[in-house]
């Protein structure tokens, strides 16, 4: 796409926690991960800390909206999460272009009426196989990747039940809902297109303990870290997909 004369599109980033300080210390914070797939012309980035409270801002103020994971769980309905639940669901009221991931996913989810709670088989985390539903093969996010691919991956809670009307994109054993859309324009997923290897490798470090007592295996899944380019490749993708709604 020729952007010399495209105008600047506007982009949010709901942050909506900050990780563990081990990983901040090393690679900075939410935000910083998605900001570091989006160094893009013709492209202004404002980051929200919605966790002060839900934007100020109405959601027509933007061409795009963001939404990042959390240690946070939607299901304790937090105060400004609550907040920011409603501010979602005006805006995918509006039309305006959403990409929320993880707890952005499950967001997304319980702001179009979906049900989020603690997955039953517990925990997924580390590297593993997302595969797409015939329905991501028409899908304008999802419909030039390949049928499967790696993706990273680290949650409790999920969307246990999908929003009515959602078109379900992409699930894998573990998890039947890893990607879904609401409407045109608004896509929740359930992994993390932002991570790199070494993010995810030190989330594993991280919760090695924990992972241990639920007879997970914390060297098991690092050996099985790899390369995640078709999901990152869903950040650009939004962005493109939200410059060319702003010029119809």
Same mark, same amino acid.
């Given at each position: 796409m020729n952007l010399s004369n495209a105008a600047e599109i506007r982009i949010a980033i709901l942050k909506t926690g900050t990780t563990y300080p081990e990983l901040k210390e090393r690679f900075g914070d939410f935000d910083t991960w998605f900001l570091a797939h989006l160094d893009i012309p013709k492209l202004s980035v404002t980051v929200?800390?919605?966790?002060?409270?839900? /934007?100020?801002?109405? /959601?027509?103020?933007?061409? *795009?909206?963001?939404?990042? *994971?959390?240690?946070?769980?939607?299901?304790?309905?937090?105060?400004?999460?609550?907040a920011t639940s409603r501010w979602l669901g005006n805006a995918v009221k509006e039309g305006i272009p959403i990409f929320g991931v993880c707890y952005g996913h499950q967001l997304l989810a319980h702001a179009t009426g979906g !049900?989020?709670?603690?997955?039953?088989? *517990?925990?997924?985390? *580390?590297?593993?196989?997302?595969? !797409?539903?015939?329905?991501?093969?028409?899908?304008?996010?999802?419909?030039?990747?390949?049928?499967?691919?790696?993706?990273?991956?680290?949650?409790?809670?999920?969307?246990?039940?999908?929003?009515?009307?959602?078109?379900?994109?992409?699930?894998?054993?573990?998890?039947?809902?890893?990607?879904?859309?609401i409407g045109e324009c608004a896509w929740g997923v359930q992994f993390h297109p932002e991570f790199s290897e070494e993010i995810m490798g030190t989330y594993l470090s991280v919760q090695a303990p924990e992972l241990e007592q639920e007879n997970l295996s914390p060297g098991t899944l690092m050996d099985n870290i790899q390369k995640t380019p078709d999901a990152s490749s869903l950040l650009v993708r939004f962005v493109e997909f939200v410059r060319e709604c702003s010029q119809k």
């Amino acid at each position: 796409m020729n952007l010399s004369n495209a105008a600047e599109i506007r982009i949010a980033i709901l942050k909506t926690g900050t990780t563990y300080p081990e990983l901040k210390e090393r690679f900075g914070d939410f935000d910083t991960w998605f900001l570091a797939h989006l160094d893009i012309p013709k492209l202004s980035v404002t980051v929200l800390d919605v966790t002060q409270g839900a /934007p100020t801002s109405q /959601p027509t103020d933007w061409d *795009g909206v963001f939404v990042t *994971g959390s240690p946070a769980m939607v299901s304790d309905k937090e105060p400004w999460s609550e907040a920011t639940s409603r501010w979602l669901g005006n805006a995918v009221k509006e039309g305006i272009p959403i990409f929320g991931v993880c707890y952005g996913h499950q967001l997304l989810a319980h702001a179009t009426g979906g !049900l989020v709670g603690y997955h039953p088989k *517990g925990r997924e985390t *580390g590297t593993h196989t997302v595969e !797409l539903r015939d329905a991501a093969m028409s899908d304008p996010l999802f419909r030039d990747l390949p049928r499967s691919f790696p993706a990273h991956l680290t949650h409790k809670q999920s969307v246990l039940d999908l929003p009515e009307n959602a078109v379900l994109l992409a699930y894998n054993a573990f998890e039947p809902h890893e990607a879904f859309r609401i409407g045109e324009c608004a896509w929740g997923v359930q992994f993390h297109p932002e991570f790199s290897e070494e993010i995810m490798g030190t989330y594993l470090s991280v919760q090695a303990p924990e992972l241990e007592q639920e007879n997970l295996s914390p060297g098991t899944l690092m050996d099985n870290i790899q390369k995640t380019p078709d999901a990152s490749s869903l950040l650009v993708r939004f962005v493109e997909f939200v410059r060319e709604c702003s010029q119809k």
